[in-house]
């Protein structure tokens, strides 16, 4: 089996999916019941931190690339989590490190699966390089 084969819309969308849910399964489990706030309300903080994450589920479910693309700027929140506690807490670095190889995976499964789907969908963004003549042409310079 070649390399590509496995590298097609329908795996990657499977790879986004499951990987978007596992997030949103751990982020749920850490702040519930791992390792839940002492000053705070366990539930509410729960609840916080995962609205960001239930924002694009009913596009990502519906498998749109446009929803998937913008998924990653949600990430990023729990991307920069994820690194600052891996710098700052001992104490919950293990936890930070499976929210940030569960976010990468997201990330990179999100990016992939809206450039496969977009280019599926006939959906192309102009070479850089076209848009600058484009440009120099329409500006004059």
Same mark, same amino acid.
């Given at each position: 089996?070649?390399?590509?084969?496995?590298?097609?819309?329908?795996?990657?969308?499977?790879?986004?999916?499951?990987?978007?849910?596992?997030?949103?399964?751990?982020?749920?489990?850490?702040?519930?019941?791992?390792?839940?706030?002492?000053?705070?309300?366990?539930?509410?903080? @729960?609840?916080?931190?995962?609205?960001?994450?239930?924002?694009?589920?009913?596009?990502?479910?519906?498998?749109?690339?446009? @929803?998937?693309?913008?998924?990653?700027?949600?990430?990023?929140?729990?991307?920069?989590?994820?690194?600052?506690?891996?710098?700052?807490?001992?104490?919950?670095?293990?936890?930070?490190?499976?929210?940030?190889?569960? @976010?990468?995976?997201?990330?990179?499964?999100? @990016?992939?699966?809206?450039?496969?789907?977009?280019?599926?969908?006939?959906?192309?963004?102009?070479?850089?390089?076209?848009?600058?003549?484009?440009?120099?042409?329409?500006?004059?310079?």
């Amino acid at each position: 089996m070649s390399h590509n084969s496995l590298i097609n819309t329908a795996n990657m969308r499977a790879f986004a999916l499951s990987a978007n849910f596992a997030l949103l399964f751990w982020v749920g489990l850490w702040h519930g019941y791992l390792s839940p706030h002492p000053h705070i309300n366990p539930y509410a903080l @729960t609840v916080a931190w995962l609205i960001p994450l239930l924002l694009p589920l009913p596009g990502i479910l519906a498998g749109k690339p446009y @929803t998937h693309a913008w998924a990653n700027f949600v990430l990023m929140l729990y991307f920069l989590h994820a690194l600052t506690l891996l710098y700052a807490d001992e104490g919950e670095r293990w936890l930070a490190l499976v929210e940030l190889i569960l @976010t990468s995976f997201a990330f990179v499964g999100n @990016t992939v699966y809206a450039r496969l789907k977009g280019r599926d969908m006939g959906l192309k963004l102009p070479r850089l390089s076209s848009v600058e003549k484009k440009e120099r042409e329409r500006f004059g310079k």
